[in-house]
Nanobody, 124 residues
């Protein structure tokens, strides 16, 4: 079993930045693909980004390309999502997810474990 704990959400003004973190435990971190999804009120959950086991492959939703950066720290067993140039439409609950696949993409079904979510609100 894998436990995922997110942190770093909050309220930020448009154009601002936040960094989300996802601490993983219960399985060798280097054998987990890490992903981020988000769900806005009244909308379906959507894929944001993912990073492969070795960090060599990263994927982003078109809506966040060039603004968000996914990374991972093997020493800390933690994944990160750096979010810059935030827009009001980025407001959502952000969920960390982990997959036992070497590489995982945008389908939620590819992921085996989920965090509890952290709220990100972009508003002036």
């Amino acid at each position: 079993q894998v436990q995922l704990v997110e942190a770093g959400g909050g309220l930020v003004q448009p154009g601002g930045s936040l960094r989300l973190s996802c601490a993983a435990s219960g399985r060798t971190f280097s054998r987990l693909t890490m992903g981020w999804f988000r769900q806005a009120p009244g909308k379906e959950r959507e894929f944001v980004s993912s990073i492969s086991w070795n960090g060599g492959s990263t994927y982003y939703a078109d809506s966040v390309k060039g603004r968000f950066t996914i990374s991972r720290d093997y020493a800390k067993n933690t994944g990160y999502l750096q979010m810059n140039s935030l827009k009001p439409e980025d407001t959502a609950v952000y969920y960390c997810a982990a997959s036992v696949r070497v590489v995982a993409g945008p389908r939620g079904s590819e992921y085996n474990y989920w965090g509890q979510g952290t709220q990100v609100t972009v508003s002036s």
